[in-house]
């Protein structure tokens, strides 16, 4: 039988230490609190971050492994710079937060359900409203092809997830996400667990402590949210196919 800590519901921050978490399942650390902003941003900063489904407590991980981009050298395949070199696509960011997030909520076509509840869609929306959650959008015209979600503390940013509503969406949304990041001197992007789709885009793993000890520095630092505020770079899916 498992056995976690149960956060204290009064102390938004009041998190074990990571090292504490367990081997298996892989990262999981604590149970209980709540969405509050005040939690959710406590956690982010330790690199702790929730995920759990409908019919379990709030459960939070902190993995062995971490799953990071470095914003300045994302890597994009060959057929995917062809692609977007004659796609028209327009990015933008914080257009259509609420619709990216429950786009990212919807049940995938291999998937019986989702992590992203009711309550993790307004716990979102209530850092949204805060300044501190964003979206980066990918538009054919008028239409949402895809996008990207998460967070930012300091000169960090944490996704959280993203969507295709069409082939390459997700891809064309976090390519333009690390290229704003990067020139807002925002040096990584958590994304959390690997994946093969991941991998080709140049993700990398970081060991726990050295993840955590990188996100201290960079959580404390000042933050980009003036950045966000209207000032996210004029960026077509052509421009990132180099």
Same mark, same amino acid.
């Given at each position: 039988?498992?056995?976690?800590?149960?956060?204290?519901?009064?102390?938004?921050?009041?998190?074990?230490?990571?090292?504490?978490?367990?081997?298996?399942?892989?990262?999981?650390?604590?149970?209980?609190?709540?969405?509050?902003?005040?939690?959710?941003?406590?956690?982010?900063?330790?690199?702790?971050?929730?995920?759990? *489904?409908?019919?379990?407590?709030?459960?939070?991980?902190?993995?062995?492994?971490?799953?990071?981009?470095?914003?300045?050298?994302?890597?994009?395949?060959?057929?995917?710079?062809?692609?977007?070199?004659?796609?028209?696509?327009?990015?933008?960011?914080?257009?259509?937060?609420?619709?990216?997030?429950?786009?990212?909520?919807?049940?995938?076509?291999?998937?019986?359900?989702?992590?992203?509840?009711?309550?993790?869609?307004?716990?979102?929306?209530?850092?949204?409203?805060?300044?501190?959650?964003?979206?980066?959008?990918?538009?054919?015209?008028?239409?949402?092809?895809?996008?990207?979600?998460?967070?930012?503390?300091?000169?960090?940013?944490?996704?959280? *997830?993203?969507?295709?509503?069409?082939?390459?969406? *997700?891809?064309?949304?976090?390519?333009?996400?690390?290229?704003?990041?990067?020139?807002?001197?925002?040096?990584?992007?958590?994304?959390?667990?690997?994946?093969?789709?991941? *991998?080709?885009?140049?993700?990398?793993?970081?060991?726990?402590?050295?993840?955590?000890?990188?996100?201290?520095?960079?959580?404390?630092?000042?933050?980009?949210?003036?950045?966000?505020?209207?000032?996210?770079?004029?960026?077509?899916?052509?421009?990132?196919?180099?």
């Amino acid at each position: 039988m498992i056995r976690l800590p149960f956060l204290d519901p009064a102390d938004p921050e009041a998190f074990p230490p990571v090292e504490r978490a367990l081997a298996e399942p892989d990262g999981l650390l604590a149970a209980g609190g709540d969405l509050s902003p005040a939690r959710l941003l406590a956690a982010y900063r330790r690199g702790i971050f929730p995920w759990y *489904s409908d019919g379990e407590p709030i459960l939070w991980w902190s993995p062995a492994m971490r799953t990071v981009f470095d914003t300045a050298r994302p890597h994009v395949p060959r057929r995917l710079a062809r692609w977007m070199r004659r796609c028209d696509w327009q990015l933008r960011a914080d257009t259509a937060f609420g619709a990216v997030v429950r786009a990212c909520a919807a049940p995938r076509a291999r998937d019986r359900g989702t992590w992203i509840g009711a309550a993790m869609i307004q716990a979102y929306e209530r850092l949204h409203a805060l300044g501190h959650a964003h979206s980066v959008e990918a538009w054919d015209g008028d239409r949402l092809v895809g996008g990207i979600y998460g967070v930012s503390v300091g000169r960090m940013f944490f996704g959280e *997830s993203m969507f295709s509503a069409t082939e390459n969406g *997700s891809k064309v949304a976090l390519l333009a996400l690390c290229r704003a990041l990067a020139g807002w001197d925002c040096p990584l992007l958590d994304a959390q667990l690997a994946s093969t789709h991941l *991998s080709t885009l140049g993700a990398r793993e970081m060991p726990r402590g050295r993840f955590c000890a990188e996100v201290a520095a960079l959580a404390a630092g000042k933050g980009v949210e003036g950045a966000w505020r209207g000032r996210f770079p004029t960026l077509r899916a052509a421009d990132l196919g180099g």
